[in-house]
Structure formats: C-alpha cells, structure tokens
C-alpha cells in the first residue's frame, strides 16, 4: 500500500508534517476510491433521494423507509401524503464485492452477503431478506463456471447459516466479465423508530465499544485493492486482501445486535467493512463532527504480534462497533459474552482530533472529518459511445426461438435459487423465479422486532392486514454496452415492471454502479450515461434512490467490464397474494392472453442480436413511465386477472416459454421477428378472463389479443409464414441449460 505523491503533498500540507506510516496507510485507503467515491462523486447529484417515505438517505449504512399503511400501499408514491405512511420502517441497502469473488469466489461472495447484513444491524434493524445479482464471462468457458459455482455456494453457504432468505436476484452471462466477475448484493430489514440507530456519534466522552470476532490479518488493503484494475496474477497475489468469513459468528452477532438494540444501549454503530477499524471508527466520529481516542493495543486480536496498521485496516469480518454510554459498557461486555463474542471497550469519542495509540505511543492523530471526508475529486475527461447502425439478420424463426430461449442469460436459474434458502422467516410470499419476490410484513410498530408472527396462510382472512414488500433486483448489460443512457433507463423500468407484474407499486431504489477504469474517456463516458439514465428513469418512477455503491476500475487483462448499473427496487402492495407467471389451463376456455404496453420497435441490446448476430438502435421507452408502471400494477391486482409476466431478456419468445407449463399452452400470432424477440420494457403478458375489464384499466397504453390459452402444455406461435410448436418437456430441456450443464 501506498499514498499517491499528489495525495501525500495534500496530506502534508494539512498535517504540517510527514504522515506516520499507520497515518498514510489510513488515508491510502479511505481516500481510495472504494472508499472516496473520488470519480463518482460528482455525478451522483443527480440522483432525487427525497420523499415521505425516507427517513434515512444516502450516507449511512443503510436508507431506513416508512411503510406505508396497508390501505395505501397499493397507491403509487405520487399519490400519497406523509399521513398515509405507518411506524414501521424497512432499511434497503447494496454492496459490491467484485474484485475479491474474482480472486476467491467462495470467501469473496460469502463476506459480501455479511457485509451487507452488518450494514443492515447497524441502523438498529433486523435482517429479513437478500437480494443477489451476479455477473460473469460466457457460460462456455471454464473459468467463468468455476466463478459462478463458487459465488452461488459462498452466497448460500452465508445466508443459509445466518437464517437470512435469499428471496431473489439476477444472473447475467457476458464476454466483457470474464476478468471480472460482479457480485452486487442488497438486503432488506425491519425496524421501527424506537429502534432506529444511525452511524452519527453523539456525545464526547461515550465509549467506542468493539463486538464480534477477534481481529486477524485477512483483508488488509482490501479498500485500496477494489480501487485498482486487476492484474494477471490477481488470483493468486491478491487473495491476503479478501476476507474470510463465519457465518456462525455472523448470527450470533446479528441476535447480540438485537439485544443490544432491544435494551436500548447503543447510541451509534457502524459495522467494520472497507479500511476495518480504521475506517469505521473515523467516519463514525466524523458524521457526528467529533474525534476520538483509541488504544489499538485494547482491540481483541486472534492473531499474534499484530502492529499498528495490521490492527487499523485487517477487514476481518462479522465485527461492529458501537458508541455506548460509559455506564452501559459493562451490560454490553455481559451481552457479548452471553452471545460467546469477543468484546473490547477500544476508546472513546471526545471533541477534538482522531488519535489512535499503540504500545504507548500515538502513531494517529488527524482530524476525522478531513480523513473521512478529504480526498479530492478526480476531474475525468469522457466519450459518448456511437449509435449502432440497423443490421439485423433473420434466420429461421424455430432456430432463432431455441437459441434465445437456451441461452444463459435468459435460461432458468434454477439451479442458483434452489440451493438458497428463501423460505427461512416464514416471510416468503412469491419465490424465486418469478418476476419478483413478494415478502410479508405483518407486524405493528410495537412488535417490529426479530421474532416473527405466525407463517403465512395464503388463506387467512387477515391477509390483506399486512403490507407486501415486492423486491427485484438486477440490470442487463446487452442493453448498457449498446446504450449506457437508454439501457439505464430501461433497467429501471424493467425493475419497475416486475413489481408491477405482481400488483406493487415502487417505494424506493439503491443502485449498485459498476464501472471499468474510469481514466480512459470511453469508459468514463459510458458510466457517465448509465448515472443519468437510472437517475432520470428513478424520478420518472417517483423511486427515490435512497443510497448505493459504486464499484469502479472493474478492468483486467481481458478489458473493462460493460457499464453496470445494477437497481434494486423494492415497492409495496396490500396482502400477500399475487397472480403467478404460470398459465392456468383451468379457465382456458374462459381466458384470453393479451399483452399490455407500447412496443419499441427495435432490437438493439436484445438477446436475438447476441444469438443471431447483427446491430440495431435501443428500443423506444415509454414517456411516462410511473403511469405505465402503476396501470400495470392495477391490472395484476384486477380479480380477473389469472397470470401475469412481464416481457424482459428475450422478448415475448422467452416470457411465453417461461408461462408455458406441463397442462397450459399458447396459441399465438405475431407480426415479425421484432415483436418476436424485443426486449422493450414496461410490458406485461396478461391471461385474463375479462379482457375488456383489462382494456377499460389499461386506458391510452396498448392493448393486444395475443391468442388463445390451450390445454395441450405447448407453445405454438407464428410469424409471418413461420411457425413454431414447442412442448413444455422441449421448453424445459431448452431452458435447463445450467442445471443440466453444473449437475
């Protein structure tokens, strides 16, 4: 590790004297741009964080959001006032841990799931759902599938050991990954005021009280590390700077972290991830314009002979710190140890400086605010990418329908899902595998907390009582490689549409930014376009964008990686219950399939191009997309209504597949390839058995009569001249590509 020249003359000139090691390694790497934010900072005003129901925004650990009352929750954002949301609050958080999956994909994944639950702790909250969006080479090479399998098996490995669901994500498969690998992880959790705790120090004199397990030398540098393109030899030079983790320690933290929450002990907390101690305690202190005074030698360590640096920046995980009152520490060591955690009362905050002591000498002393909040921004030139010319092919229509529909990226991702455990909580209303995931929160203010009411009966008269968190998560990066702007644009609205499919309407989003090296223009410029597009596309949804991460130099031998702009949207609904993405072959003859929403025309991004070859413009996105988004959502909840899918990765080709089941089949007309294969958000596949009733709410947006719904379990669909009959076991082989591949 070391301070750049330019940062090192800043820092002199600040300190009025040379940086101690320990000091120079502290700036090193909070002032990395894992850390600083240094060439995304910026960019990130454009961002709209503000409405009724944001309690917490961006800056802390996680963004804490008011629920609304059921009676309201399916009512879009715009529509409601500050009376309409209730004392119960959910925190939504997102974390990238790209850089150390690629290096060791098992420990790389596994300690970003904790990271984000420790995240989810610190503001006083619960965790009860995860989110992961992964993103790796092609699916035909050897190495991107040895990534894959190991960051599936750290992420299940993790959650299924802390009792946390992972209820849903995404997987996407492109060339530009195959250096680096994305792995975006969000959680979501359940607090309420009484409970809320923020990463603000409050009062000098307080103790800094450290919990969890002892400190080691894993992740040392893990900050400046993910602020840097990976080398050849990351694999292997690389691999002190990733983290190990204990699942184990994870849920006996999270379960003190409650009682410690419940007795009302903790004034402020900030969990240890990037720059370890070193960083957590500085920016807690720094958030509250305060100092602290630490003893480096109290920290309990599980190594031997550890130094100052070691003990400042090792990322050693499931670790919090926790400012106390001095006469509640003795309730808080009780608790620990209760808990069988290690705990260490380090310091204290005070009024002036940052000062860290070790073996009776101070080797820190900064003031925290410049540490944390110093480093300054990079002014970086950009390049806007070119618009692709029309040049696409048509091969035969059956070809082209099995190669996107066994593509990777489109095929099932059952084999990921099925080894998470979704169902731990008995909070899991929809499951993977649908276009979102629908988790039940069915508690008053009062009993907010970790223990949970009884499972959910999808026949209980109280179902509508509660509020349905709808969560999806993810991006495409066909679409951003080919439009970073209009391919942001549409991942949010293609977010959008996968609660609206399951009737919800959006609350809030965090976004993961993905980016390659920053310093080359074209790089700059395409992620320059994915921040406007998403921040454009978010206040069109009325979804502020409540906090988030950004993840550059994401840039190896093989390239940068494609501008990735992962969203996490969470929305909400009254009740529990929503409309499957599976056609029902008992009200066949009844029924009807339409498809509802403005076409775009166009094939560029889609997965027909990548199968098939050729270019084209982005589609055409809907102007409005907030009223699109909300008469979707009215119609999934209409009583008519008996299946819903939205249309996404591979066009109406894969969504018909994917509806499709052993006893349910289509019969269908299309135009062309286009409508066939495009991607165009913001639509959604309906079987009704009122097809005016969906008309009469769909009002100025589209409608289309589809076909028919059979009952022979096969898709059957022309184009022009051409056609094609599948069967659902010909679906499902084409589908299973992954499972049949990894079994």
């Known amino acids: 590790m070391s301070l750049s020249e330019t940062d090192h003359e800043l820092v002199t000139a600040e300190l009025d004297r040379d940086p101690t090691p320990a000091e120079a390694a502290l700036f090193e790497n909070l002032w990395s741009e894992h850390c600083a934010y240094r060439s995304s900072r910026p960019l990130l005003s454009a961002f709209e964080s503000e409405g009724d129901a944001v309690v917490v925004g961006p800056g802390d650990d996680a963004a804490v959001l008011a629920l609304p009352e059921p009676d309201a929750a399916d009512t879009p954002a715009a529509d409601r006032d500050a009376d309409d949301y209730g004392d119960v609050y959910v925190t939504f958080g997102i974390e990238s841990h790209n850089h150390p999956s690629y290096v060791d994909p098992f420990d790389g994944a596994a300690t970003g799931v904790g990271g984000i639950v420790r995240d989810t702790m610190s503001m006083g909250a619960y965790p009860i759902a995860l989110l992961d969006s992964l993103y790796f080479g092609g699916f035909d090479r050897e190495h991107s599938r040895y990534l894959f399998e190991g960051v599936v098996e750290g992420i299940s490995h993790y959650g299924n050991c802390i009792g946390v669901p992972t209820v849903g994500g995404s997987v996407a498969f492109h060339e530009g990954y195959e250096g680096n690998p994305l792995v975006n992880v969000a959680c979501v959790g359940i607090t309420n005021e009484e409970r809320l705790v923020t990463a603000i120090a409050r009062e000098p004199g307080n103790a800094l009280v450290l919990v969890g397990n002892g400190t080691g030398r894993d992740g040392l540098g893990g900050a400046s590390f993910a602020s840097e393109d990976l080398a050849e030899d990351a694999e292997t030079e690389d691999r002190p700077a990733v983290q190990v983790g204990d699942p184990y320690a994870e849920k006996r933290l999270i379960e003190c972290n409650e009682a410690l929450v419940d007795e009302d002990l903790v004034r402020s907390a900030r969990d240890l991830g990037a720059a370890g101690l070193g960083g957590a305690s500085s920016e807690l202190v720094a958030k509250g314009g305060l100092g602290a005074r630490i003893d480096l030698n109290r920290v309990h360590q599980r190594e031997p002979e550890m130094n100052a640096l070691e003990i400042l920046l090792a990322e050693s995980q499931e670790r919090m710190c926790y400012e106390v009152a001095p006469e509640d520490v003795d309730r808080v060591r009780e608790l620990a140890e209760r808990f069988d955690l290690g705990c260490s009362a380090i310091g204290e905050v005070t009024a002036g400086n940052y000062v860290c002591e070790f073996d009776g000498e101070v080797v820190v002393d900064v003031d925290a605010d410049f540490l944390a909040e110093g480093a300054p921004m990079n002014d970086l030139a950009s390049e806007e990418p070119p618009t692709p010319a029309r040049e696409v092919p048509e091969p035969e229509l059956g070809d082209a329908f099995e190669a996107v529909v066994s593509a990777p990226t489109t095929a099932s991702k059952r084999w990921v899902y099925r080894q998470y455990d979704h169902e731990v909580g008995t909070r899991t209303?929809?499951?993977?595998?649908?276009?979102?995931?629908?988790?039940?929160?069915?508690?008053?203010?009062?009993?907010?907390?970790?223990?949970?009411?009884?499972?959910?009966?999808?026949?209980?008269?109280?179902?509508?009582?509660?509020?349905?968190?709808?969560?999806?998560?993810?991006?495409?990066?066909?679409?951003?490689?080919?439009?970073?702007?209009?391919?942001?644009?549409a991942i949010a609205i293609e977010n959008a549409t996968n609660l609206a499919a399951k009737g919800a309407v959006p609350l809030a989003a965090v976004d993961c930014l993905n980016g390659g090296n920053p310093e080359k223009p074209d790089v700059y410029g395409g992620f320059t376009g994915i921040v406007d597009g998403l921040a454009d596309a978010c206040a069109a949804l009325d979804a502020p964008v409540v906090g988030g991460n950004v993840s550059l130099y994401n840039d190896s031998v093989a390239g940068p990686i494609p501008p990735t702009p992962t969203l996490a949207l969470i929305g909400t609904k009254r009740g529990y219950d929503a409309p499957p993405a599976a056609l029902d072959a008992g009200v066949a003859d009844e029924s009807e399939l339409l498809l509802v929403g403005e076409p775009g025309d166009a094939l560029g991004g889609s997965e027909y191009l990548t199968a098939v070859g050729g270019t084209d413009r982005f589609p055409t996105l809907p102007a409005e997309p907030a009223a699109v988004v909300a008469t979707l959502a009215s119609i999934a909840r209409h009583d008519a209504t008996v299946a819903t899918h939205d249309v996404s990765d591979g066009g109406l080709a894969v969504a018909l597949a994917e509806l499709v089941t052993d006893t349910a089949g289509a019969a269908i007309e299309l135009p062309d390839h286009v409508a066939a294969f495009e991607e165009t958000p913001g639509r959604l596949v309906v079987q009704t058995t009122d097809p005016e009733a969906v008309a009469d709410l769909a009002g100025d947006l589209p409608t289309f009569r589809l076909g028919d719904v059979t009952t022979d379990g096969t898709l059957s669909f022309s184009v022009g001249e051409e056609s094609v009959a599948v069967d659902a076991d010909r679906i499902r082989e084409l589908r299973g590509v992954i499972e049949r591949e990894l079994a």
């Open 429 to 489: 209303a929809v499951k993977p595998g649908d276009d979102a995931a629908i988790v039940a929160v069915r508690e008053a203010a009062a009993s907010a907390t970790a223990d949970d009411p009884e499972p959910i009966d999808e026949g209980d008269d109280d179902a509508d009582d509660g509020v349905g968190l709808a969560l999806s998560s993810g991006a495409n990066p066909n679409w951003t490689s080919v439009a970073p702007y209009d391919g942001a644009r």
